[in-house]
Structures are given as structure tokens and as C-alpha cells.
């Protein structure tokens, strides 16, 4: 199978919370883990990484890990295959634990032969450019409808996809740098002229490298920041709309409510009420 051929399916999709084994496990189908909270230690083969808020870690079928959980963790959980295969299987598939019993656990994957890394793993430090597209999946996930179900795998290839265009070395250095700063900073005023001196591009360089690498110019995806983290509070918490808006960066609520109108369809208080 090729990239352009990827067809992935979504088994499972959901926060969880210390739902990590503190032993070396072998899973059967792909995983990705978001961290929203907390931090642990993630080792695969002879490499370790330390996983904070806001990184990723990608393995295959097959893979065999370990997760050493550090206080308090909460994941974003994805199981999937990459093709429609097994879509007969719905529920998450166990892992082993067993090293003795590894070879006879079964493999629900399919190699990816123009893939960099969806045949091994892979780690970010920084994820947050496609936590919106997790969370949404996420939200799909939940509805448990035949077409959440669609559009979950739909989402799924857009973050598997994404991911290629993250990947270190992928991604111009600089690029990534601001992209990290606005998605640290994205409740503060931010100005071109300060992430090109960031960056040590002039504003008007930087804004056009920008859109090239990233698909949008630095105000959308600033703009899409905020609002991916407003509506990130507005399904988990009861704090007042007007607060939300200014917590993430919006200067009224007006101007929140208007931009949020035009990404969603409709307004804060209709979204939040469905």
C-alpha cells in the first residue's frame, strides 16, 4: 500500500487517564498517543523519549513499548488500522503483555512502502499543530453513528497525513519554531514583527513561508488555535462564554462570536447547547 491509497480505519478514540501498563506491552494494531496532562517516559527498541504536554507518539502493529507514567497523565488514545481490513472489529484489541507469548500475538497491519515512519514509529516533542484534528476525532468518536464513524476515519488520514508534513527534518526549522510559539502563546498578543524576529525572517518572508509549509497564513492559524482551544473548554468546562473568549485570546466576545460563527456555522451558545 502507498500513501494515496491509505484508507484507515478508527477502532477506538478517546481521553483517557492513566490508562497506561507500567510493563512492556506488544499492541496489535496502531496507536497514537496525545499528552493533554501530565508527563511520563515512552521506550520503544533501544530509543526512550520523554513525553510532555502536547507531544505524540505514533507505533504500528506490532510495536512493542513501554510506558513509564509520571504522576497524574492524561492521554488523547487512537487505535486504528490503516486500511478497512479488519473494519469488522470494532471494539479495541487487547495487548500483550507476556513477553514469552509475543510472537504468537496476532498483527493488524499493513506496510506503507513511500512511508517514512507509519512502518515504525514515531515521536514529536510538539503535536499541538494537529491537536484540534485529535479532538475532533475524538468528539466523532463519541457520537457512535455510522457516519461519525466515516468521518472519524476521514480525520484519522488527515492527522496520518499531517504527521508526514511535521515529522523532523520535514518541516523548515524556523517554520516549526513559530508554529511551537503560537500554540504556547496563542492567549497573548502576538505580532508578525515578533515572530520574525523570532524566526530572523522579515514579516512579509516569514508570512509567505508560512502559508507555503503550513496551508494558511500566521493570523488564520493563530486564529484557529484560539478557537480550537475555546471549543476544547467549552465541551469540558462551564465557564462563562465571555471568559472563555478572552482566555484564549480573543479581545471581545463580538469578535470571537463572529469568527466562530464563520468557522462552526453557528454561534457559541447554539454550539455549546448541542
Known amino acids: 500500500m502507498r500513501l494515496s491509497e491509505l484508507s484507515p480505519f478508527v477502532r477506538f478514540a478517546a481521553p483517557v487517564r ?22 511520563a517516559r515512552i521506550s520503544i527498541g533501544e530509543l526512550s523519549y520523554p513525553m ?7 507505533c504500528c502493529g506490532g510495536s512493542e513499548y513501554t510506558v513509564h507514567s509520571q504522576g497524574d497523565l492524561t492521554l488523547i488514545c487512537l487505535n486504528f488500522d490503516l486500511d478497512q481490513t479488519h473494519c469488522e472489529i470494532l471494539q479495541p484489541l487487547p495487548v500483550s503483555v507476556t ?18 515512519f507509519l512502518c515504525r514509529h514515531l515521536f514529536l ?3 499541538t499543530q494537529i491537536r484540534h484534528l485529535l479532538r475532533e476525532l475524538t468528539a466523532a468518536y463519541a457520537e457512535n453513528t455510522e457516519l461519525s464513524r466515516l468521518l472519524c476515519n476521514t480525520l484519522l488520514k488527515a492527522i496520518l ?5 511535521l515529522r523532523p527534518g520535514n518541516m523548515p526549522p524556523k517554520i516549526a519554531l513559530v508554529q511551537q510559539y503560537i500554540t504556547r502563546h496563542y492567549d497573548e498578543d502576538i505580532t508578525n514583527d515578533e515572530l520574525a524576529r523570532l524566526a530572523g525572517y522579515h514579516a512579509y518572508y516569514l ?19 484560539r478557537l480550537e482551544q475555546a471549543v476544547y473548554l467549552m465541551r469540558n ?16 466576545y463580538p469578535h470571537f462570536s463572529g469568527y466562530f460563527k464563520q468557522v462552526y456555522g453557528t454561534s457559541p451558545q447554539a454550539f455549546r447547547k448541542t
Open 161 to 165: 497525513l499531517q504527521l508526514h508534513r
Open 99 to 116: 513477553a514469552e507469548h509475543w510472537d504468537q500475538v496476532p498483527v493488524f497491519f499493513t506496510p506503507v512502502s513511500d512511508s517514512g
Open 237 to 252: 468546562t462551564n465557564r462563562d462564554l465571555n471568559d472563555i473568549a478572552e482566555s484564549v485570546g480573543f479581545h471581545s
Open 52 to 58: 510532555e504536554k502536547g507531544s505524540l507518539f505514533y
Open 18 to 39: 492513566n490508562g497506561v501498563m507500567p510493563t512492556a506491552v506488544k499492541v496489535t494494531d496502531c496507536r497514537i498517543f496525545y499528552v493533554e496532562a501530565g508527563s
Open 125 to 127: 516533542e510538539d503535536g
Open 207 to 225: 508570512n509567505r513561508a508560512f502559508r507555503a509549509h503550513v496551508g494558511m497564513s500566521i493570523h488564520k492559524y493563530l486564529l484557529q488555535v
